[in-house]
């Protein structure tokens, strides 16, 4: 258990180094922009509020909006364009890995699997629905499903936040599955179930998953749509439905862990990532 928890601390990664501003009307360009002195560059490149896929010592990939482009390239730096569409390519990804990444559909099913196969463990939540009337699933694992245990720590694993960003769903399917099938068995697994109210959300995003995008069917990056230090995702803070229940939902709870599983990166984000200071 400790090793399948480090293999999902290390891809947790979330995909942007601060707020990003959406504009729903010009899809993003995925570009590489090259550079001398990192620091030097990440400097001169926040006024645009870039989302950054990787950053390594003389590049960084990111997503940028057509007309921000000529900007970048007028500062002197030397940028290739990977894809002209961000959201053509997440299309192409899920083509092209075909039945490997399931549908949110499928992982509904899953989730209605389990918790008819392990009653005695797994509570289903339906929290609200998103732009296009998905319903947004929750699933509780814990040995009291019905009792609210106030001295046991309450959990939030969630994924997919942003749609396109497949993987994410995928480690929030296996981790429902892993805790579920190996409760009762692995006395590491039968102690956490028992100790802790875990909530697994794992897709925030159903829309944007379903039709390959980053964003919700509105256009929005919901991962910049949180009321703090909010900077432009959508027409407001938590604006987006799906992100109106997610918060309602949080309220609601106790939650004394949360992690935000995504994709694309390599590297980890921890706690204020928002600000450009490192943490203590």
Known sequence: MKKLFGVILIIAALSGFGPASVDAGEPDMVIVIHFADRD?????????????????????????????????????????????????????RREAMGDRWTSYTATVGEMQGLATSYPDIVRLHNIGQTVQNRDIWVMEITDNPDTDEPDEP????????????????????????????????????TDLVNSREIWIQP?????????????????????????????????????????????????????????????????FNYTWNFSAEDVP
């Open 40 to 92: 030097a560059a990440y400097d001169a490149l926040r006024p645009f509020r870039l989302t950054y896929e990787d950053v390594r010592d003389t590049w960084a990939r990111a997503l940028v909006k057509p007309s921000i482009l000529p900007k970048i390239e007028a500062l002197g730096f030397d940028v290739e364009v990977l894809w002209e569409d961000a959201p053509e390519r997440a299309r192409d």
């Open 154 to 189: 309450e959990v939030r694993l969630v994924g997919n936040i942003h749609g396109d960003e497949y993987m994410s769903l995928e480690l929030m399917r296996l981790l429902m599955q892993y805790l579920t099938s190996n409760y009762g068995s692995d006395p590491e697994v």
């Open 203 to 267: 897709s925030v995003n159903p829309d944007g998953h379903e039709i390959g995008s980053r964003y919700n069917a509105n256009g929005v990056d919901m991962n910049r749509n949180h009321g703090y230090m909010w900077a432009g995702g959508g027409s407001g803070p938590f604006s987006e439905p799906e992100l109106q229940v997610f918060r309602e939902w949080s309220l609601n709870r106790n939650f004394t862990t949360s992690l935000s599983f995504h994709g694309e990166t390599t590297y």
